[in-house]
């Protein structure tokens, strides 16, 4: 295994994502509910910190620098696996939801109650992918920063998805509530997550 795949195929997994959320984002349906910049610094700014965690070369505190487990080289084909398959399973649902998508908590004008494809597996299909990928990332990375990344990660899309469910109850009424007592949260097959 050369250094330099090391080096570049999790930063490539990770650049390849962004461009194409950046270039999916242009035509999108206007707005007619945003969130505040407030309410969206208390999910961006531990999803910032989760990011750095993950990709500093050291974070200052030496214990979370440690690794988690005795390495093997086994080990980073299995985190590029499950990087890969979070950040493909993200971008499914980015595309099955077309123009509805929004990076910030929001409705759309005529906004679209989406359950099918990866909505019929998850109701945040693209938070499960993020996250499947952050924990992909963080057995890369094998250091205690990652568990720590993955804590933060998954507790500031947990608030965001919270908000996302009550606007969603608010607009869709009884069609959301059954979505949400039929699927859950984040994690495909196992009923009770939602709650």
Do not use: C
């Amino acid at each position: 295994m050369s250094a330099l795949l090391y080096r570049l195929l999790f930063p490539a997994l990770w650049v390849g994502w962004a461009a194409y959320w950046v270039v999916s984002a242009r035509a999108l349906k206007s707005n007619v509910r945003k969130e505040s910049a407030l309410s969206r610094a208390q999910h961006g700014v531990p999803l910032a910190i989760a990011g750095i965690l993950l990709w500093s070369d050291k974070v200052p505190w030496q214990p979370l620098n440690e690794p988690l487990f005795p390495w093997a080289p086994w080990q980073f084909y299995v985190a590029a696996l499950i990087t890969a398959a979070g950040l493909g399973f993200a971008v499914w649902a980015r595309m099955h939801i077309g123009t509805n998508w929004s990076a910030t908590v929001t409705l759309k004008e005529d906004h679209e109650l989406v359950t099918t494809g990866p909505y019929s597996l998850v109701r945040h299909p693209i938070y499960t992918g993020l996250l499947t990928a952050i924990i992909g990332s963080a057995l890369a990375r094998d250091e205690w920063r990652g568990v720590l990344a993955i804590l933060i990660a998954w507790a500031a899309i947990w608030r965001k998805l919270r908000l996302e469910e009550k606007w969603m109850l608010e607009v869709f009424g009884e069609s959301y509530s059954a979505y949400y007592r039929r699927v859950p949260a984040l994690i495909p097959f196992m009923r009770g997550s939602a709650k």
